[in-house]
């Protein structure tokens, strides 16, 4: 999965629990995906909208009502959620999964799997601003999922971050599919 559409992706709060119970059979329909995230109905139906936007899910033709339709996976909804499922699966407290749900966490993830320069991690994540990329960075540093090493060998210093235990994994995760993003 390219960056962008990772980024996308994870917009939306709910968008990763909602792919990964689909992948694991829940039944398409918005009563029981709703109870299964216990989100807010306005958090899971931007979710849900995200996701059709995306091309990842679709309404199911003849099935359901007008008002409370069916969604299934379609051929690339399928594998993204196989990727959702495996970053849902490696969090599993409420209190990690918090983190999880914030929109850069997954992407920034994605892109230190070998350590980068914050500058590097601004330019690749384009609609990021500093202070969301340095919010996100020091968030997951307090978790324990990113580590930051300064470089001193080099007439002005400067950090570098690289994914570490939990953070790696989750890495590890969204890039098996891909490859490095």
Known sequence: MDIKTLVKLTSRAWSLNILSLMHDGTPGRQASLLAATAASRTAFAASLENLV???????????????????RLTDQGKIAAQVAKRIVSLVPSDEEFTLLRRSWTVPVLALIEEPQRF???????????????????????????????LVTSVRTPYPIYGAINRGQEITRAINLASGPS
């Open 119 to 149: 500058s590097h991690l601004r330019t690749s994540l384009i609609s990021i601003t500093d202070r969301a990329l340095s919010g996100t960075l020091q968030q997951l540093e307090e978790r324990q999922w990113v580590d930051r090493h």
């Open 53 to 71: 936007s995306l091309g990842f899910i679709e309404r199911n033709p003849d099935h359901g009502h007008p008002l409370r339709p069916e969604f």
